[in-house]
């Protein structure tokens, strides 16, 4: 069974930094994609970064230049570094995992339970 569990989430002061974690057991493809996604309060949920088998990550313009995404092969685990955060920033933050072509649509079949980032001005 494929679970998907975030941590690192947190309140911060605008400007600030957090690094999100996705630890992932019962899942281990090599040829997948794993991303980072995320839903503001009465929004729509909308795609932040992924990272494709070999490394080649992808950035949504919103958080390009501020947000890193990487992946620990060894733990299974997958981060996103956020760094210069804004308020509008302020989302759950959600990892998924899945083919590719279901990660860059947002269908993952795999997603975690999400971890809140709450950005304050």
């Known amino acids: 069974q494929v679970q998907l569990v975030e941590s690192g989430g947190g309140s911060v002061q605008a400007g600030g930094s957090l690094r999100l974690s996705c630890a992932a057991s019962?899942?281990?493809?090599?040829?997948?994609?794993m991303g980072w996604f995320r839903q503001a309060p009465g929004k729509e949920r909308e795609g932040v970064a992924r990272i494709y088998p070999g490394g080649r990550t992808y950035y949504y313009d919103s958080v390009k230049g501020r947000f890193t995404i990487s992946q620990d092969n060894a733990k299974n685990t997958l981060y996103l570094q956020m760094n210069s955060l804004k308020p509008e920033d302020t989302a759950m933050y959600y990892c998924a995992a899945d083919l590719c072509f279901r990660v860059e649509v947002g269908s993952s079949r795999n997603w975690g339970q999400g971890t809140q980032v709450t950005v304050s001005s």
């Open positions: 019962g899942y281990s493809s090599s040829s997948d994609c």
